[in-house]
C-alpha cells in the first residue's frame, strides 16, 4: 500500500495551524501540523512529502532558514511561505531562493489552495520524471556490455554499418542487438530508444 502524500504545516500558532490544516482537509489531502520548524525536520519524510507551508517567523528556525537548509540537503519539496504585511521583502527573497509561493496574512484560503494545488501538481510530475529516469537507468544497468555498446554508438548517431565496423561485428548483429534493447528498454522506435538513454544520462 501506497503511503498518503503529505502537505506539512508549520506555525507556532496554534489557531493557524489547526484553520489551515482544516481548509485543506476539505480537498482531502492529508495534513501534518507543526509548530516548529525543528519539529517537522524530525518527522521528515521526503519520499511521500507534497510540500511545505511555513510562517517566515516562527522561534528557533525560521521558514526561510528551513528553505535554505532543505536545499543544502537536496530535499526537493514545493516550499510556500506564509507572512506578515512587514514581511514582504523577505517573502519575496523567499520566491527568488525557489520558494514556489507567498501568502500573505490575514491568509485567503481560495489562494492559499491555488497555491497548494500548483506546487502538489509539480511535485507529481517532477517526481514522475524522477521515476521515470531511475527505471530508464535501472534498464540500461541491465545491459549486456554489448548491448550497452550498441546503445551508446545509436545515441551519436552511427548508422549499423558504422557500428557494425567499430565493434568488430556484423550489421545483422548489430540489427539483432538494436531489436533486443528496443525490447529490454521497452520501447517501439530507434527514437524513443535514443531519447530515453538521453534522459538517463542526464545534463
Keep these: 500500500m501506497l ?10 500558532d ?4 489547526h484553520g489551515l490544516c482544516a481548509l485543506l482537509e476539505t480537498r482531502s489531502y492529508v495534513v501534518k ?4 520548524c525543528e519539529a ?13 507551508i511555513a510562517d517566515l517567523r516562527l522561534p528557533g528556525m525560521g521558514g526561510l532558514e528551513l528553505q535554505d537548509h532543505l536545499m543544502e540537503k537536496a530535499i526537493d519539496l514545493p516550499f510556500i511561505v506564509i507572512t506578515g504585511h512587514g514581511d514582504v521583502s523577505t517573502a519575496v527573497r523567499a520566491l527568488k531562493a525557489g520558494a514556489a509561493d507567498f501568502i500573505e496574512k490575514p491568509i485567503d484560503g481560495k489562494l492559499l489552495l491555488a497555491a497548494v494545488e500548483k506546487a502538489a501538481a509539480h511535485q507529481r510530475s517532477s517526481r514522475q520524471t524522477s521515476d521515470a529516469l531511475a527505471r530508464a537507468r535501472q534498464k540500461i544497468q541491465a545491459l549486456t556490455p554489448r548491448e550497452r ?19 568488430g561485428i556484423s550489421p545483422r548483429t548489430v540489427e539483432n542487438h538494436r531489436a ?6 521497452q520501447v517501439d522506435s530507434l527514437a524513443e530508444l535514443v531519447r530515453m538513454a538521453l534522459d538517463a544520462r542526464g545534463p
Design 3 to 12: 503511503s498518503p502524500e503529505i502537505i506539512h504545516v508549520i506555525d507556532d
Design 14 to 17: 496554534e489557531g493557524v495551524r
Design 33 to 36: 501540523p507543526h509548530e516548529s
Design 40 to 52: 517537522f525536520l524530525s518527522d521528515l519524510s521526503p519520499h511521500n512529502a507534497l510540500c511545505v
Design 149 to 167: 555498446d550498441v546503445l551508446q554508438h545509436l545515441v551519436e548517431g552511427s548508422p549499423n554499418k558504422i557500428i557494425a565496423h567499430q565493434l
Design 180 to 185: 533486443r534493447l528496443m525490447d529490454k528498454m
